[in-house]
């Protein structure tokens, strides 16, 4: 078997999936992190992992730690139920993305964002170095690539794999023209403790899609079968998962005017602004709905805008790669930004596996994975914005 030192600039899911992956075949691996520690700042919440993503962790999990993943999921609930913001039913209206027939192979799993890297992270955190910022790198003429760091130090590899998200620099090294595109859209997340009385019980169990001008809203009920803590015991883990009680995830997505704000708000909000935002926003809606927000976890809720990258051109390969959100980020509207990087990274793995028995070498394999992945993101990025103009009238051509 081939030796190939292989490193992974951020610790977001591609790329703790790709390093699992790596890790399974026996590849040497190291991962830069540039927060302090996994839980250093608020990763997100709720998480659906769609078949596509569920391949995909199957391939670069060992089977124990995927059955573990799988476990540790919300209770899935079959469906989801399209409403009004005054809560009357909708229909004649569908999110296609979302659909899962009873001719699927599986439904979409809802994952907990820090369960899932919490177990992702169990068996390469020897490997993974916190509180190293990449900020840029160079193919040496050795044929290796040096990654340099912010504090002055710098990493050599012989495969580099550029994982640290939308503001990536150094993506913009590896595909210039992949900077990505405000789409004038927003989404505002958050979540609200589960059993309330006053918020509809309609929205206390499995996914709700609200409709209402210019936006979109996202509920889906996060009911545990257990807590994380009972799973680990079950599955005999020697490492701790954080408890997670149940929740309702929800959503807003829209049009900056849908919120009222202008193109050049700054989206940072003090946690008094964001409540009255939030609280404005929804006051002309059903009491049941309203409820969900009135009782809301504000200071953990979170506005980012809606980017989006344009479909990537193939170049001229080498021994630097990337993947997700820092080479393709795409609108969250089809829910399939976290797949596609979950795929990206299951592909990679393979592909240097490839590499590392000798079938060809690391450049080829790294031609065969940018070949593939080019084409699949470029479908997801077109996707999302259909998903986006199906949700709340947004724009579909921005790229």
Known sequence: MKKIQVAIAGAGLGGLCLASGLRQQGIDVDVFERDEAINSRTQGYRIRI???????????????????????????????????????????????????SEHEEAADLKAHRLTMREILMADILPNIHFNKSAESWEENSDGRTTLHFKD????????????????????????????????????????????????????QRGTTAIFDTGLAVIIDAMQFSDSQSVHAARHQVDFPLSDIGNYMYWALIGTREAFGLDAAHTLRFSEEALRELV?????????????????????????????TARPLVPRETGRVTGLGDALHVMSPAAGLGANTALQDAALLSACLGKAAAGEYSVNAAITDYERKMITYSGAAIRASLEGGQQLFGQHADVI
């Open 279 to 307: 609280l404005t926003r929804t006051g002309a809606w059903a009491p049941g709905l309203r409820a969900l927000f009135e009782h809301a976890d504000i200071p953990g809720a979170m506005m980012i805008p809606v980017r």
């Open 50 to 100: 769609d078949l596509t993503g569920q391949r995909a962790l199957a391939s670069c999990f060992p089977p124990d730690r995927y059955a573990l993943f799988r476990d540790t999921c919300a209770i899935p609930v079959a469906g989801v139920r399209t409403l009004t913001s005054a809560l009357k039913s909708l229909d004649d209206k569908q999110i296609y993305s979302w659909m899962d």
């Open 152 to 203: 002055g130090t710098a990493h050599s590899c012989d495969v580099l794999v550029i994982a640290d998200g939308v503001n990536s620099l150094l993506a913009r090294q590896l595909f210039p023209d992949s900077a990505p595109i405000d789409t004038g859209s927003v989404c505002l997340y958050g979540t609200t403790l589960q059993g309330n009385e006053a918020i509809a019980a309609i929205l």
